[in-house]
């Protein structure tokens, strides 16, 4: 009985041992190569699949410098507006997400750029405390290796900004049939306006929901000042 008990012990600390291995590996792989696909992109895949529908979506990886600083300052100031000064978390948003959690409301969860990033890149999108607690894992490689640069330009190439719609060039051609690169300030806060659900609203066509929250990230990308990269 001793012998087989030291045989599982030595199964489970080979694949911790793997896990931590092939995951710093990977966050090292991805600081320079661009992410061919996420969990995420595969579920929707596998939906139309099961449905005998052929695929249907859209995703084209570019570089940050093809990419409208318009957007790059559209998603920080409406997703993560400490992106910039935080090391991953943003403790004040969560506390306010729990506070709010504990009264039943529906507010903004307190998760940030980074924290959306290892989840849409490394992990699957179902909530439940198993995956929160590896985001936090990978939220912490993702800091420790990539730069913020490198974190924005991930999370705008991987990102759903419309129904089957990934990343930013994407969904630049999809919603107004122009590259990334040529989104004005009202273009890049469009898309930007619908990230909470971008299956359910539209950027372009908007209902007066999606009509405010546009208004409103203008203004705070006009308060938030010139965006500094290292």
């Known amino acids: 009985m001793k012998g087989f008990f030291q045989k599982i012990k030595r199964v489970i600390i080979k694949i911790i041992i793997a896990f ?9 792989l991805y600081k320079w190569v661009p992410v061919p696909f996420t969990s995420l992109m595969l579920i929707r895949n596998v939906a139309h699949w099961s449905k005998g529908e052929s695929a249907n979506f859209s995703h084209n990886w570019v570089s940050i410098d093809e990419i409208s600083p318009n957007l790059v300052k559209a998603v920080i100031v409406s997703e993560d507006q400490k992106f ?8 004040a ?4 997400a729990y506070e709010g959690n504990k009264k039943g409301k529906r507010i903004k969860g307190g998760s940030t750029i ?13 909530r439940s405390y198993v995956r929160k607690g590896f985001e936090v894992y ?17 999370y705008l190439n991987s990102i759903e900004m419309g129904n089957g719609v990934f990343g930013a060039e994407a969904a630049s051609q999809h919603w107004f049939r122009k590259p ?3 989104l004005n300030a009202y273009q890049a806060a469009s898309i930007a306006a619908i990230l909470p659900n971008p299956r359910k609203y539209k ?16 203004r705070q990308m006009g308060f938030y000042g010139p965006l500094k990269f290292e």
Not at 20 to 28: A, L
Not at 114 to 126: D, E, G, I, S
Not at 148 to 154: G, L, Q
């Open 20 to 28: 931590f291995t092939i995951s710093i590996v990977s966050v090292i």
């Open 84 to 91: 910039m000064e935080h090391f991953g978390f943003d403790l």
């Open 93 to 96: 948003a969560l506390e306010k």
């Open 114 to 126: 980074t924290q959306q990033t290892a989840k849409n890149v490394f992990l699957w999108p179902k």
């Open 138 to 154: 990978f939220t912490f490689l993702i800091e420790v290796i990539w730069s913020k640069e490198r974190i924005i330009e991930v």
């Open 180 to 182: 990334a690169s040529k």
């Open 203 to 218: 950027a372009t066509n908007s209902s007066s929901y999606i009509e405010k929250r546009k208004s409103w990230i203008v």
